[in-house]
């Protein structure tokens, strides 16, 4: 959440710095449904991963590189990346 935030500040301060951009942005019950759409394929992709290897880590490499996203920070890929390291599967 705090990674999702902080890329939403900086396109804000964005948009903000160009006021004249033409903007036609989706409507925000599209953008939550497709936010929780992805949560839930994501999170169904790390269980099956843990379920397989239970001690299975991100290669921090091959996370750095894959994502990689406008206003997306190394710091907040660390973040990001620490983050998902501490899902662990219930017992």
Partial sequence: MNVAKA???RYIADWLS???I???PESLDHIRTHIS????QMMKEIAS???????????QNDFMHEVKFKHLTP???????STLQQIKLKN
């Fill in 75 to 81: 710091s907040d890929q660390k973040y990001l990346l």
């Fill in 7 to 9: 890329v939403q500040y």
């Fill in 49 to 59: 991963t843990l379920k397989r290897n239970p001690s299975y880590t991100f290669n």
């Fill in 18 to 20: 160009e006021p004249n």
């Fill in 37 to 40: 759409d992805l949560t839930v």
């Fill in 22 to 24: 033409q903007l036609h």
